[in-house]
């Protein structure tokens, strides 16, 4: 059963952290390019950021450049998103996603960890 849980979410102030985890089970982890979007209130699916499947190269919103950084672990199946300088814009529901291949979507959904920013 592919499985993918976000862990980490919580309030934090403004200008503060928070590190977000996403573990993936069920699925040649591996394998797969991953990345985090978010969705905040009345608003649409917004990408944050990617990771290619080793690691080599990683990509994000402008809206979190120079502020969030993505990573993962593929021995033990983790994806990471490290949030510095944390805004109240940045409050959403994070999720994280597994794709394999060039198609438009993603394979797999976690079912979000909330994160709110504020004082």
């Known amino acids: 059963q592919v499985q993918l849980v976000e862990s980490g979410g919580g309030l934090a102030q403004p200008g503060g952290s928070l590190r977000l985890s996403c573990a993936a089970s069920?699925?040649?982890?591996?394998?797969?390019?991953m990345s985090w979007a978010r969705q905040a209130p009345g608003k649409g699916l917004e990408w944050v950021s990617g990771?290619?499947?080793?690691?080599?190269?990683?990509y994000y919103a402008d809206s979190v450049k120079g502020r969030f950084t993505i990573s993962r672990d593929n021995a033990k199946n983790t994806l990471y998103l490290q949030m510095n300088s944390l805004q109240p814009e940045d409050t959403a529901l994070y999720y994280c996603?597994?794709?394999?291949?060039?198609?438009?979507?993603?394979?797999?959904w976690g079912q979000g960890t909330q994160v709110t920013v504020s004082s």
């Open positions: 990771i290619y499947t080793d690691g080599s190269a990683t």
């Open positions: 996603a597994a794709r394999q291949g060039p198609h438009i979507g993603y394979d797999y």
């Open positions: 069920g699925f040649t982890f591996s394998s797969y390019a």
